[in-house]
């Protein structure tokens, strides 16, 4: 689904912003699954602490800063 989005953006915007469109989509859906896994930590565990801690732990595994 990423390749498909980046490129339809890259055709809509220009193919010269291609690589700058794939790294503004990558942090964009970044950013929304740590709020998602915020969410949902915050849901099933009731206990807000131990969301952000796994928010945090998201944003700093490294598969996230591909």
């Known amino acids: 689904m990423f390749p498909w989005m980046a490129n339809t953006l890259a055709n809509l915007i ?3 912003h291609f690589v700058w469109i794939g ?14 896994l915020y969410r949902v ?10 969301a952000e801690l ?5 944003i700093a595994s490294f598969s996230a800063l591909y």
């Open 14 to 16: 220009g193919d010269d």
């Open 23 to 36: 790294l503004a989509l990558g942090l964009i859906q970044s950013f929304s699954n740590t709020i998602l």
């Open 41 to 50: 930590g915050a849901l099933l565990y009731k206990d807000r602490r131990m």
């Open 54 to 58: 796994a928010a945090y732990l998201y």
